[in-house]
């Protein structure tokens, strides 16, 4: 009785902690504070944004009407993000400056990196066209398209916008001189959150603001 006790404690200990490995959302480099300590400017960039639409609004919609659609959300959380950023920033919470989205942007642009080829860029590939030390990029994904713009499309495309019931998003901030992952947040998505992409953006960073390796006050 006593060894099936000892086993079961044993299993009990062993399932918390796969549960709280598979719980974990935001990882930081042991080394962060090395890497990072002469970041002065930080860039965002445009998000990768997928829309998981139901088979029948994708009848509606080409494949190109998606594809912009995903290309605006994910412009629209790169805005909010700096946006949250400049908010917070204007408190002076922050150790670093952040690159103006249209700045970034069009530096991209000028060099001919856009949605479909952003990805064979290294971060230090992209931390140099951007004059930055760091970026922050990530991935956000949705039922159904949380931006104005992208959400009117949706609409009348399909004749019906839907709820937003699941979703999710990753932040990653690498940085600019090695390319090493400085920093990740993975955060899952639900209705309680907000229904437009400022609203879900700055709850998310609300969440995440005191393990944001930027910030100068930490727990």
Known sequence: ???FSLLLVFLILGLSGAVSAQTKEIYTNPAFETLAKQHKVVAILPFDARIGLRPNQMKSMTPERI????KNEGLAVQSALQTYFLKVSSKDDYTVSFQDAATTNAL???????EENIKTFTPVELA???GVDGIISGTFSTDKPMSDGASLA???AVGFYGATNSGKTAISIHDGASGELLWKYEKSLSRSLGSDTNTIVTTIMRKASKKFP???IKD
């Open 1 to 3: 009785m006593k060894a």
């Open 67 to 70: 594809k912009e659609m995903e």
């Open 108 to 114: 991209l642009l000028k060099n001919n990196i856009n």
């Open 128 to 130: 140099k066209v951007l």
């Open 154 to 156: 949706l609409g009348l």
């Open 214 to 216: 930027y910030s100068k």
